[in-house]
C-alpha cells in the first residue's frame, strides 16, 4: 500500500509569483486536508477536498485554491505569494470526511518565499 | 485566544524519566481527541486517539476530561527514541471534521 506522496519536496519562489504543489492521496482514500505549518507552530487547516468539492475551508484568503481529482489526488495552488506564506505545506489523506477518521500526512513541501 | 493550547517546552529528561503534557481546548463542541508526534522536518504522525475514560497503549496513557476541557499525555519511561514534538490535536465540529493543531510541546529524552 503506497503512503501519501507529495511533491515538489522543497521549492523556492519570490513574492508575487504562484506555485502549486501536488499530493497523491493513499490508496482507498476518498479525502485530502491541506495544511500550512509555519516554523515552530502546529499545522493549520487550510481547506478538504472530498470527492472532487471543497468540503470546509480554514482561515486562508481566496489567494489559496485547490483542487481534486478523479483519482482523489490533489492540488494546492497560491497565487501573489508573500513572505509570511514561507512554511511546510502539509497534506493529509484519510477514508472518508468524518472526523473519526485518522488523517495520514504526506512529508510535506517546504516553501521558501524570497 | 488560541483554539488548542499546549506548554511549548521544551521539556529536557533524563532516560526512564515520566513526563507529563497538557493542553486545553476552547471549543466545547469538539468531538474527537488526538496527540500526534511529529519528528523534526519531518510529517506529523497519529500517536493515539484520546477517550473520555482514559486509554493507554504501551507506555502512554491518555486523558480527557471534557468538563475542564482538558487533555493529558503521560509517557513513562522515557526512551531517547521518544524524543519529538507532541502535538494535541482536536476534531472541529462541521461539515469538513477539520483537525486543529495546538503547537506542540517538544520533548527531548536525554542519555
Known amino acids: 500500500e503506497t503512503g501519501v506522496t507529495q511533491s515538489p519536496t522543497h521549492l523556492i519562489k519570490t513574492r508575487g509569483q504562484q506555485v502549486t504543489l501536488r499530493c497523491s492521496s493513499q490508496?482507498?482514500?476518498?479525502?485530502v486536508s491541506w495544511y500550512q505549518q509555519a516554523l515552530g507552530q502546529g499545522p493549520q487547516f487550510i481547506f478538504q477536498?472530498?470527492?472532487?468539492?471543497?468540503?470546509g475551508r480554514g482561515n486562508f484568503p481566496p489567494r489559496f485554491s485547490g483542487l481534486q481529482f478523479p483519482n482523489y489526488s490533489s492540488e494546492l495552488n497560491v497565487n501573489a505569494l508573500e513572505l509570511d506564506d514561507s512554511a511546510l505545506y502539509l497534506c493529509?489523506?484519510?477514508?472518508?470526511?468524518?472526523?473519526?477518521?485518522?488523517?495520514?500526512f504526506g512529508p510535506g513541501t517546504r516553501l521558501t518565499v524570497l | 485566544r488560541k483554539e488548542v493550547e499546549q506548554d511549548p517546552g521544551p521539556f529536557n529528561v533524563p532516560e526512564g524519566a515520566t513526563v507529563a503534557f497538557n493542553c486545553t481546548y476552547s471549543?466545547?463542541?469538539?468531538?474527537?481527541f488526538f496527540w500526534y508526534r511529529q519528528d523534526c522536518r519531518k510529517e506529523p504522525k497519529l500517536l493515539m486517539s484520546?477517550?473520555?475514560s482514559g486509554n493507554e497503549d504501551g507506555r502512554f496513557t491518555a486523558q480527557l476530561n471534557r468538563a475542564s476541557q482538558y487533555i493529558s499525555l503521560l509517557i513513562r519511561d522515557s526512551k531517547l527514541s521518544d524524543s519529538a514534538t507532541y502535538l494535541c490535536?482536536?476534531?472541529?465540529?462541521?461539515?469538513?471534521?477539520?483537525?486543529?493543531f495546538g503547537s506542540g510541546t517538544q520533548l527531548t529524552v536525554l542519555p
Open positions: 490508496s482507498g482514500h476518498n479525502t
Open positions: 490535536v482536536v476534531n472541529s465540529p462541521g461539515s469538513a471534521r477539520q483537525l486543529t
Open positions: 471549543n466545547s463542541a469538539s468531538q474527537s
Open positions: 477536498y472530498y470527492r472532487e468539492e471543497e468540503n
Open positions: 493529509a489523506s484519510s477514508p472518508g470526511h468524518q472526523g473519526t477518521n485518522e488523517q495520514f
Open positions: 484520546v477517550y473520555s
